[in-house]
């Protein structure tokens, strides 16, 4: 088991954080996911059955990604990984890129990356286009079994063991805007208080784990993240 280092901190960031870039959630109604099933475009099977529905969706998310900017929460993020004495990870479920965008650098994308192709037949990836057709071939085997690098419902994050030595060595963990009913990340704050972090939630409102955290901070994340990490840097 690692040994806690002094002043590391795990974030675990899903949709909230960046829904004031204009990206919506699973829930919003109007959005893209609002339109499409999830089972016919974040499933293999939905894949196998209509491929051309499932790239024209991510498409779609890719050129939405590409035009949004980062908010205040991510800026606030990317500050404390500069500022702080000691190591920040984040951990997203998020797939836009925005964190990159607004300066953190230490960043592992567990749902993969819109700005990522696939190649289902040999594994190999690479930078994704703007607009990824069916027909496109994989640079390194040439079969035309490319897709979106994004994991899908039925198939294991990315960085697993990853984010379990992370949690093992982190003196604390926050999670923030998640629903809390998604695992394997969901289930990442109870890992975190049987290793004896420090756990805190900054939501919009309570999530469904959130009688698991220590502290809590509600309210829109341009607003609560920038207090957080002006707290946590404060002489």
Not at 48 to 70: D, H, I, K, M, S
Not at 134 to 157: H, K, L, Y
Request: one cysteine or more.
């Amino acid at each position: 088991m690692f040994e806690p280092m002094k002043n590391c901190i795990t974030i675990l960031t899903g949709a909230g954080i960046s829904a004031e870039s204009g990206l919506g959630t699973f829930r919003d109604e109007g959005g893209l996911w609002a339109q499409q099933r999830i089972e016919d475009v974040a499933t293999p099977e939905g894949f196998a059955r209509n491929p051309e529905l499932v790239q024209g969706f991510y498409n779609a998310r890719r050129a939405q990604a590409v035009e949004a900017v980062p908010n205040a929460a991510h800026e606030a993020l990317a500050r404390l990984e500069a500022e702080y004495d000691g190591e920040v990870l984040i951990v997203t479920q998020n797939v836009d890129g925005l964190h990159e965008k607004a300066g953190s650098r230490n960043v592992l994308h567990m749902h993969g990356a819109l700005n990522g192709a696939l190649c289902a037949a040999c594994e190999h990836r690479w930078e994704a286009p703007l607009v990824m057709h069916v027909a496109d071939s994989c640079p390194n085997c040439a079969a035309q079994a490319t897709r979106p690098d994004i994991v899908w419902f039925g198939e294991m994050p990315y960085g697993m063991e990853q984010i379990d030595e992370a949690l093992q060595r982190s003196t604390l963990f926050a999670s923030i805007g998640t629903s809390g009913n998604v695992y394997p990340a969901a289930g990442f704050v109870a890992e975190a208080r049987r290793l004896g972090c420090a756990t805190i939630e900054l939501n919009l409102e309570p999530s469904e784990g959130f009688s698991l955290f220590d502290e809590a901070r509600h309210g829109a994340a341009t607003q609560t993240v920038p207090a957080w990490v002006a707290k946590l840097l404060k002489p």
